[in-house]
C-alpha cells in the first residue's frame, strides 16, 4: 500500500530538561496484519501506529471492520504482526520466550465485550478471578494468600466479600463485567485492553462500570487501551483517541483536539453522528450523512481510502494517497501532536464539513 503512515511517535522523546524521556508503555510502529492468501487476501492492519502513555487512556475509534479488534490481539500478543514493530515499556514482546515471556504476559490484560459469554458459567467469582493465578503461580502461592486477594479484587470493582461464592448466572450483567475486570487485575497489569466493554450492557449500567474503570486508574495506575463505538463514551475516558478506517489510522491526537477539531472528513462524520451526552431528544442539525458502504476490505480504493464516501472528494484524492496533516503541537514543541491524512482537510471544526 503505497499511503502514508501517521507516525504516532512521543513528542522529541525529550524531557523540558533535554534528557531522554522513558519509552511510552506501548508503542506499535507500522503493524501491518493481513489475513488470507491470493485474491481472498485483505489487509486488517496497514501500517497502524498507536501509542499509549503511562496511566493514560487510549480511545480506539473506527466503524465495524476497521481493524480494533485485530490491533487488540497484536497488542495483546496473541496475533503476531506482519510487519512493523510492538515495544512495551521499550521490550518487542514477540522476542521474548520462556520466564521473560510469561513475566510479560501478566502485564497486559484483556476486558471483553460480552459478560455473558467470557465467563465460565460453573465458575464460582473465587474461581474466575483467581484462574490467571493458575499460569501464575508465584503471584499469590498460598490458599490463605489468595483467598485475601479474591476479597480485595472484589471490593476494588465494587462487589461483596459474600459474592465470591456466587455463579455468573446469579450476578446482573453489570456485576459479571466487574468479575471479568477484577480477574483482569489479578495479575496487576500496567496495561489493559477493553474491547466495547459497556457495549453489552444496559445505559443505566455503563456509568457505573465506566466510573469503575476510571477508579482504578487512579488508584492503581493502570492504562487502557479503550475500544468503543460510543463516541460519547470515548470522549468520557480518553486522554487521546486514535481513529482508523479499513485497516488505516486517518487521525489520532489529545481527545478534545480531534473532537472539536478533526481534521478529517470521516473522523468529522463520525463525531457529529455521536448522542451527546446531554441527549435533548432532538436529532442534530449538523451530523454529517456519510453516502455509501464501507468498501470491501478486499478492493481498497486508490488514493484516499475514504474518498468513496467523502463529500469533500476531488480528482486528486483517487490519484494520490493523502499527505500528514499537523494541527497542533509537532515533536518540536514537545506538544502532543494532533494529525491526520487529507487532501482538503478541516479547518476550524465540524459545521465547516
Ligand atoms: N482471523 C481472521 N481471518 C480473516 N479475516 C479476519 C480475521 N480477523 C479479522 N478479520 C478481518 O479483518 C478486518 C478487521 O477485523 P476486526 O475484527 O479487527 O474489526 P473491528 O474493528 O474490531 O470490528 P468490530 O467493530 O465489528 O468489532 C475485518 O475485515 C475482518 O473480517
Ligand atoms: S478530502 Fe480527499 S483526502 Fe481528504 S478524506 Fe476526503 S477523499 Fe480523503
Ligand atoms: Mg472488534
Not at 475486570?181 to 450492557?201: G, Q, T, Y
Not at 468498501?295 to 474518498?307: A, H, K, L, T, W
Not at 506538544?335 to 465547516?352: S, V
Amino acid at each position: 500500500m503505497s499511503e502514508t503512515p501517521l507516525t504516532d511517535a512521543t513528542a522529541a522523546g525529550l524531557r523540558a530538561d533535554g534528557s531522554a524521556a522513558p519509552p511510552p508503555l506501548l508503542e506499535v510502529r507500522g503493524v501491518t496484519k493481513s489475513f488470507g492468501h491470493g485474491r481472498r487476501r485483505l489487509t486488517a492492519l496497514d501500517g497502524v501506529d498507536v501509542r499509549v502513555e503511562r496511566g493514560q487512556t487510549l480511545g480506539l475509534v473506527g466503524e465495524s471492520g476497521c481493524g480494533k479488534s485485530t490491533l487488540a490481539r497484536v497488542v495483546l500478543g496473541l496475533e503476531r504482526p506482519d510487519s512493523g514493530t510492538v515495544r512495551f515499556d521499550g521490550t518487542d514482546p514477540f522476542t521474548l520466550k520462556g520466564k521473560e515471556l510469561l513475566a510479560w504476559r501478566r502485564r497486559v490484560q484483556m476486558v471483553f465485550q460480552d459478560p455473558f459469554a467470557s465467563l465460565n458459567a460453573r465458575m464460582s467469582a473465587t474461581d474466575l478471578i483467581g484462574e490467571p493465578w493458575r499460569t501464575h503461580r508465584d503471584i499469590v502461592p498460598t490458599a490463605q494468600a489468595r483467598e485475601r486477594r479474591v476479597r480485595e479484587l472484589l471490593s476494588l470493582v465494587g462487589l461483596r466479600d459474600s459474592d465470591a461464592h456466587r455463579y455468573p448466572n446469579e450476578f446482573s450483567g453489570g456485576q459479571r463485567q466487574r468479575i471479568g475486570i477484577a480477574r483482569a487485575l489479578a495479575l496487576d497489569p500496567d496495561l489493559i485492553v477493553c474491547d466495547e466493554p459497556v457495549s453489552a450492557l444496559d445505559l443505566s449500567v455503563q456509568a457505573q462500570v465506566l466510573n469503575v474503570l476510571s477508579e482504578l486508574r487512579e488508584r492503581l495506575g493502570v492504562s487502557y487501551v479503550f475500544i468503543s463505538h460510543d463516541l460519547s463514551v470515548v470522549r468520557h475516558v480518553s486522554d487521546r483517541v486514535t481513529v482508523m478506517y479499513l485497516g488505516k489510522v486517518i487521525e489520532h491526537g489529545p481527545t478534545e483536539d480531534v473532537f472539536d477539531r478533526p481534521v478529517h472528513p470521516y473522523t468529522a462524520a463520525l463525531m457529529s453522528a455521536a448522542p451527546t451526552l446531554d441527549v435533548s431528544g432532538q436529532a442534530q442539525d449538523d451530523e454529517i450523512q456519510l453516502r455509501g458502504e464501507i468498501p470491501s476490505p478486499y478492493d481498497i480504493p486508490s488514493g484516499c481510502r475514504f474518498r468513496t464516501r467523502c463529500w469533500k472528494s476531488e480528482a486528486r484524492c483517487a490519484e494520490l494517497a493523502p499527505p500528514v496533516v499537523t494541527r497542533d503541537g509537532t515533536a518540536d514543541t514537545g506538544r502532543d501532536p494532533h494529525e491526520g491524512l487529507c487532501h482538503f482537510p478541516l479547518g476550524a471544526g465540524p459545521t465547516e464539513a
